[in-house]
């Protein structure tokens, strides 16, 4: 329903077609005309996970990606982070081809994807350790971002005396102890419990607004999009492109689910991008009328 979704009055400055104006203040990283296939490696029958996608992340941006589970929001993650090339079209950051991974982007998985045998300040320091960083300077650097995601007084635990959503703010770190320009985040916290996850929300919220990162996050959930997101885009079901863009205005730094939860503009917003993720598949909006709303969420 992207085309007839209340278009708006949006003070965005995105072009309409999922590019950003420069007035923005730049581009981060811009997809064009993005195609991915996987391709079969016995038959050589390939599938095609995206198509025809276009967007563009301004720097400092959190932009949430919604859509119907295999429309290829992982696909285009792992696309971004250079673990698949492009099929079609081009994938940018700072105006570079993305060929590859690179440390300039951290990747936050679903699983914690720590290592057992190591404690968490090791673990925490561990992409500084593989970039051959000195043991001193790691430490400290890995226990400036473990005191900065709310963890003191278990460095020298072990990932299984931790809980989930301690082992998740651990990974969380780890990619910011990197210094990544951009962290790709793939339902970080899915599999932690429902308090956990909105702890972990306010306080993501929070990191990144210190360590001026650029995020990109996978999520199932309306509520977390708009929770986090300075924008958030909804995606087609498989193959996937962008089905609309929308703004989510408003102070965010202080942004807490007590006040955003007894604000009519959150919830209005709420319904609004339900609606988006929940239209069949038959009114897939091109990207040039990819709606956008504003509305003002505390
Ligand atoms: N390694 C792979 N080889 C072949 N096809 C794949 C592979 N990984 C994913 N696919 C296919 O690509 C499409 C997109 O998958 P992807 O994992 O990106 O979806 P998703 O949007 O992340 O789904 P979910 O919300 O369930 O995590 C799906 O049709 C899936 O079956
Ligand atoms: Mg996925």
């Known amino acids: 329903m992207g085309a ?12 309409g077609d999922g590019h950003i104006d420069e007035r923005r203040g730049g ?12 391709v079969n490696p016995d038959t050589g029958v390939r599938h095609r996970a995206v198509e025809a996608l276009d967007l563009d992340i301004a720097p400092n941006e959190f932009l949430c990606v919604l859509g119907p589970s295999g429309c290829g929001k992982s696909t285009l ?5 250079g673990f698949l090339p492009a099929s079609e079209g081009t994938m940018t950051m700072d105006g570079k081809a ?3 991974p690179g440390a300039e982007r ?5 699983e914690y994807a720590l290592l057992p045998w190591m404690n968490v300040l090791d673990n925490a320091a561990l992409g ?8 001193q300077r790691r430490h400290d650097e890995a226990r400036k971002f473990l005191a900065i995601a709310n963890l003191y007084g278990v460095e020298h635990k072990f990932p299984h005396e931790l809980s989930g959503g301690m082992k998740q703010r651990v990974a969380v770190a780890r990619t ?7 962290m790709l985040m793939d339902e970080p916290f899915a599999a932690v419990d429902a308090q956990t996850r909105m702890v972990l929300q306010e306080e993501l919220i929070r990191i990144v607004a210190r360590t001026q990162v650029t995020v990109i996050f996978i999520t199932h959930s309306v509520e977390e999009a708009i929770f986090l997101g300075d924008r958030v885009a909804v995606m087609t079901p498989g193959p996937g492109r962008i089905r609309s863009i929308v703004d989510v205005p408003g102070p965010k730094a202080t942004r807490t689910w007590q006040s955003v939860n007894a604000d009519p503009a959150f919830v209005a917003l709420r319904e609004q991008v339900l609606s988006l993720v929940r239209a069949p598949a038959s009114s897939v909006a091109t990207t040039s009328s990819a709606a956008s709303t504003a509305a003002t969420v505390a």
């Open 128 to 135: 500084l350790k593989l970039r051959g960083v000195p043991k």
């Open 176 to 182: 910011l102890a990197n210094a990544p320009e951009v």
């Open 27 to 38: 581009v981060k990283v811009s997809i064009s005309g993005l195609a991915l296939d996987y």
């Open 4 to 15: 007839s979704f209340p278009s708006s009055t949006s003070r965005s400055e995105r072009r």
């Open 77 to 81: 993650l792992s696309a971004i982070a």
């Open 98 to 100: 993305i060929e590859g």
């Open 106 to 110: 951290g990747v936050v998985f679903q």
